[in-house]
């Protein structure tokens, strides 16, 4: 089983590629292949560039395509996803109605240092994922709010109701790939 993370967020020191590597580490343990794809290095989205992107996208497509599940950490931004992750999906859209999100396994989880963690981020996402036809973990979408008090710069997590949540939300979602793949 293959799990690729995506994180939302550029910035070094980020709550949401934090709390995915957490995730990701998860699963590893589980026998589960985890990794991270960044999303850095997409140009601007300009369907005239497409052969300068080539490499990038096919590159993202064929990992996201092995995976049995893509998790996504989103940060939000004036009440939505980030721009660099739309930007990335937006590449990765292609072909029309049967991109490699057709039918493709993602789970949401939405970081934020606010008591609402994302949740509207996660919101439109679901929107966005929805219009790829993409396949949602909808048992339970990952709201982690008021992030900086559950976990340190260097990703120690210090909080042990976290700590408990991120194991049983891995265990969860797990259990629902094996039902459903
Ligand atoms: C321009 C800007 C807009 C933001 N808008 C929101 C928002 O709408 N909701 C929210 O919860 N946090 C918002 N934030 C705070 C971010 O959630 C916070 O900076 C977070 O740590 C970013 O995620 P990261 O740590 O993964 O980089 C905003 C921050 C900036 C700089």
Same mark, same amino acid.
């Not at 690729?4 to 949401?16: A, D, F, P, T």
């Not at 590597?21 to 589980?30: C, D, P, S, V």
């Not at 606010?114 to 339970?140: C, D, E, W």
């Given at each position: 089983?293959? *799990?690729?993370?995506?994180?939302?967020?550029?910035?070094?020191?980020?709550?949401?590629?934090?709390?995915?590597?957490?995730?990701?580490?998860?699963?590893?343990?589980?026998? *589960?292949?985890?990794?991270?794809?960044?999303?850095?290095?997409?140009?601007?989205?300009?369907?005239?560039?497409?052969?300068?992107?080539?490499?990038?996208?096919?590159?993202?497509?064929?990992?996201?395509?092995?995976?049995?599940?893509?998790?996504?950490?989103?940060?939000?931004?004036?009440?939505?996803?980030?721009?660099?992750?739309?930007?990335?999906?937006?590449?990765?859209?292609?072909?029309?109605?049967?991109?490699?999100?057709?039918?493709?396994?993602?789970?949401?989880?939405?970081?934020?240092?606010?008591?609402?963690?994302?949740?509207?981020?996660?919101?439109?996402?679901?929107?966005?994922?929805?219009?790829?036809?993409?396949?949602?973990?909808?048992?339970?979408?990952?709201?982690?709010?008021?992030?900086?008090?559950? *976990?340190?710069?260097?990703?120690?997590?210090?909080?042990?109701?976290?700590?408990?949540?991120?194991?049983?939300?891995?265990?969860?979602?797990?259990?629902?790939?094996?039902?459903?793949?």
């Amino acid at each position: 089983m293959k *799990v690729v993370g995506i994180s939302g967020s550029l910035r070094e020191k980020s709550y949401n590629t934090i709390v995915l590597r957490l995730i990701l580490k998860r699963f590893e343990g589980l026998g *589960v292949e985890a990794n991270m794809l960044p999303i850095s290095t997409f140009p601007l989205y300009n369907p005239d560039e497409r052969i300068v992107a080539k490499a990038i996208v096919d590159d993202a497509n064929r990992q996201i395509a092995n995976a049995h599940l893509v998790i996504f950490t989103l940060p939000e931004y004036n009440h939505s996803i980030s721009g660099p992750l739309k930007n990335a999906i937006d590449w990765l859209s292609e072909p029309y109605m049967s991109s490699v999100f057709k039918d493709k396994p993602i789970a949401l989880i939405g970081v934020a240092p606010s008591p609402v963690g994302s949740a509207r981020a996660i919101a439109h996402m679901k929107t966005i994922m929805g219009s790829l036809l993409a396949r949602l973990y909808n048992r339970r979408d990952l709201v982690v709010g008021e992030i900086h008090n559950k *976990v340190d710069e260097e990703g120690q997590v210090k909080d042990a109701a976290f700590q408990e949540m991120l194991e049983v939300y891995v265990r969860e979602l797990k259990d629902w790939l094996r039902i459903n793949s």
